[in-house]
T-cell receptor, first 118, second 116 residues
Framework: AQSVTQPDIHITVSEGASLELRCNYS??????LFWYVQSPGQGLQLLLK??????LVQGIKGFEAEFKRSQSSFNLRKPSVHWSDAAEYFC????????????????FGKGTKLSVIP | DTGVSQNPRHKITKRGQNVTFRCDPI?????LYWYRQTLGQGPEFLTY????????KSRLLSDRFSAERPKGSFSTLEIQRTEQGDSAMYLC??????????????FGPGTRLLVL
């Protein structure tokens, strides 16, 4: 069964500083990988996704992530954090359930809460 | 495209009561998912529909839970005889079929359930 580990429960950074959120996954095949962000009491917003191809993917709000197969990692980065980035971030792996263009089931990590110091 | 909507946004109920939540997916999305998120955890998969067919159910979905998507559009999730352990955020997501790139799960705002 697939799993996702986000080692950092809570990270605090100063506004303008760089950010890296760690994500490690376990899955037997090439995974679909995602980062979602959740503001308090809200649903999940997709930041970026990796299905195949270029291992460095760009997302919304200036975020990027790099897929490293050898390390089973998909870390999220941002060069300069804004106060509005304070939220909880979830990494997820999509395990294919059906062959072909079939759907997938998302397995999420426990999340990393980001606090930003003005 | 108005996004995935869920109603109600909040529900407080007493233990033993039945509750029903509704999810309206993005128009023309034929795949619909339900997830449950408890405090301090990531969302956990509950069940999946393609059109009106419920194709997969998690072991988390006990016999007190039932989900339907009668016309392949909106979906309902009912919990019978609620227990305090059912308190959670219930999230709905939808996707369209097509290439893998199109299969991004878009989430609604969730329904937060509190069982007293």
């Amino acid at each position: 069964a697939q799993s996702v580990t986000q080692p950092d429960i809570h990270i605090t950074v100063s506004e303008g500083a760089s950010l890296e959120l760690r994500c490690n996954y376990s899955y037997g095949a090439t995974p679909y990988l995602f980062w979602y962000v959740q503001s308090p009491g809200q649903g999940l917003q997709l930041l970026l996704k990796y299905f195949s191809g270029d291992t460095l993917v760009q997302g919304i709000k200036g975020f990027e992530a790099e897929f490293k197969r050898s390390q089973s990692s998909f870390n999220l980065r941002k060069p300069s954090v804004h106060w509005s980035d304070a939220a909880e971030y979830f990494c997820a792996v999509g395990a294919r359930r059906y062959s072909g263009a079939g759907s997938y089931q998302l397995t999420f990590g426990k999340g990393t809460k980001l606090s930003v110091i003005p | 495209d108005t996004g995935v909507s869920q109603n109600p946004r909040h529900k407080i109920t007493k233990r033993g009561q039945n509750v029903t939540f509704r999810c309206d997916p993005i128009s023309e999305h034929n795949r619909l998912y339900w997830y449950r998120q408890t405090l301090g955890q990531g969302p956990e998969f509950l069940t999946y529909f393609q059109n009106e067919a419920q194709l997969e159910k998690s072991r988390l979905l006990s016999d007190r839970f039932s989900a339907e998507r009668p016309k392949g559009s909106f979906s309902t999730l009912e919990i019978q005889r609620t227990e305090q352990g059912d308190s959670a955020m219930y999230l709905c997501a939808s996707t369209s079929t097509g290439s893998a790139d199109q299969e991004t799960q878009y989430f609604g705002p969730g329904t937060r359930l509190l069982v007293l």
